[in-house]
């Protein structure tokens, strides 16, 4: 079985400063990483995804996570955020193939909030 | 546009009575799965299909039903709906499998029970 246990429930930070949202995995099959974005009132959104390769992962409005195999971690930074990127994110897991390849199991949620 | 269509937005219903929460996608989409979300405790899965005729328990499967008769509906189906229901329901879509291709969500239904 597969799990993901995201560290915080809530993260306070001012506009311009770094932010860095912790995720923790578990699985025992290789596996994908994807973090997910949700604005208030909406479904979720793809943020970024490590499925092989390199193990830093960045998305086009400079976020970025790294994969760490030893650490069974994939961590979410931001090195200057924006009171846009107020939204609750979501680390999800899935496995490699097999015969549970139609499942995703998300973490539960932290939220990011930017204050001016 | 591309989307992920859920009806209704919002819900109210009484213990017992039976509901549909349709769910429709026009990206003709292989894959297609139904999540709930409670705070606390994130989105967990309740059944995915990986294509027509192809349905798989998530893992809060208990209480609820789906279809896949039709490749872009995937409707959800509570018999006999109960108050720990109450809550925020996501249907999603991909195209492939959700490890080669994003997940596209619907804006979510909020059902309570009473």
């Known amino acids: 079985a597969q799990s993901v246990t995201q560290l915080d429930s809530q993260v306070p930070v001012f506009e311009e400063a770094p932010v860095e949202l912790r995720c923790n995995y578990s699985?025992?099959?290789?596996?994908?990483l994807f973090w997910y974005v949700q604005y208030p009132n909406q479904g979720l959104q793809l943020l970024l995804k490590?499925?092989?390769?390199?193990?830093l992962v960045e998305s086009i409005n400079g976020f970025e996570a790294e994969f760490n195999k030893s650490q069974t971690s994939f961590h979410l930074r931001k090195p200057s955020v924006h009171i846009s990127d107020t939204a609750e994110y979501f680390c999800?897991?899935?496995?490699?193939?097999?015969?549970?390849?139609?499942?995703?199991?998300f973490g539960q949620g932290t939220i990011l909030t930017v204050h001016p | 546009e591309a989307q992920v269509t859920q009806n209704p937005r919002y819900l109210i219903t009484v213990t017992g009575k039976k509901l549909t929460v349709t769910c429709s996608q026009n990206?003709?989409?292989?894959?297609m799965s139904w999540y709930r979300q409670d705070p606390g405790l994130g989105l967990r899965q309740i059944y995915y299909?990986?294509?027509?005729?192809?349905?798989d328990k998530g893992d809060v499967p208990e209480g609820y039903k789906v279809s896949r008769k039709e490749k872009r509906n995937f409707p959800l189906i509570l018999e006999s709906p109960s108050p720990n229901q109450t809550s925020l329901y996501f249907c999603?879509?991909?195209?492939?499998?959700?490890?080669?291709?994003?997940?596209?969500f619907g804006n979510g239904t909020r059902l309570t029970v009473t």
């Open positions: 490590y499925l092989s390769g390199s193990t």
């Open positions: 990206m003709n989409h292989e894959y």
């Open positions: 299909s990986m294509n027509v005729e192809v349905t």
């Open positions: 999800a897991v899935g496995p490699d193939g097999g015969t549970s390849y139609g499942k995703l199991t």
């Open positions: 699985s025992s099959v290789s596996v994908y």
């Open positions: 999603a879509s991909s195209l492939e499998t959700v490890n080669n291709s994003p997940l596209h």
